[in-house]
């Protein structure tokens, strides 16, 4: 594992209102770098120069036809896919989405089912190295816990009694920070309903 954290930022297409009101484009992305540029004012003016910004990965899903789109084979390709190879080297992983509302974080994450996400992909590779390393000696148990934070209130996706219920984020003098009350059930397949009917909850 060469780097603890790193950073990708992602810009979706425009949705159909921004469409309606001829949105002007004013990011560009190459590579690693992200380009701010000002848009045009009314008054015709200069622009001021744009601004320039370095993450890991720039993925530009704006324009399916671009040469540099970035689809979600290519984000799980670059994000997802070191996550998965860490944790079976021991170590501890997190992706973390950030992002205003409509900004395309469940699009990345899960996707849907002509274009899988970040997680139902990862699962599925999951689940494939599994059966590939499995021996009579060496068994592997997976568990899944599905949470959401909202307001600062953290709520239980996959238990439909408690879900609405706020749990307690509490600290083990050993283990660190854990959630009181998270559900964690043992899996051996991903199922797209099931994280479909709880993304609906």
């Keep these: 594992m060469s780097d603890k954290i790193k950073v990708a930022v992602r810009v979706r297409p425009f949705n159909r209102r921004e469409l309606e009101l001829a949105t002007e484009n004013v990011i560009e992305m190459n590579d690693s770098q992200t380009i701010l540029k000002y848009p045009a004012t009314l008054d015709k003016m200069e622009r001021k120069p744009p601004k320039m910004f370095a993450f890991d990965h720039c993925f530009y899903s704006t324009d399916p036809v671009a040469e540099n789109f970035a689809s979600q084979e290519l984000v799980f390709k670059d994000v997802g896919r070191d996550i998965l190879d860490n944790a079976f080297q021991g170590y501890n992983a997190c992706i973390f989405a950030y992002g205003q509302t409509g900004s395309g974080k469940s699009y990345t994450m899960m996707g849907n089912q002509e274009n899988k996400g970040i997680i139902p992909r990862l699962c599925d590779e999951l689940f494939a190295s ?29 238990d439909p009694k408690t879900s609405k219920q706020s749990l307690k984020v509490r600290e083990h003098n050993v283990l660190g920070p854990y959630v009181d009350g998270l559900s964690q059930l043992a899996v051996t397949s991903f199922m797209m309903r099931f994280f479909d009917a709880s993304l609906e909850s």
């Excluded at 997976?142 to 709520?155: A, D, G, L, Q, W």
């Design 130 to 158: 599994i059966a590939a390393k499995q021996t009579d000696e060496l068994n592997y148990k997976v568990e899944v816990s599905y949470m959401e934070i909202y307001n600062e209130k953290v709520h239980d996706l996959l």
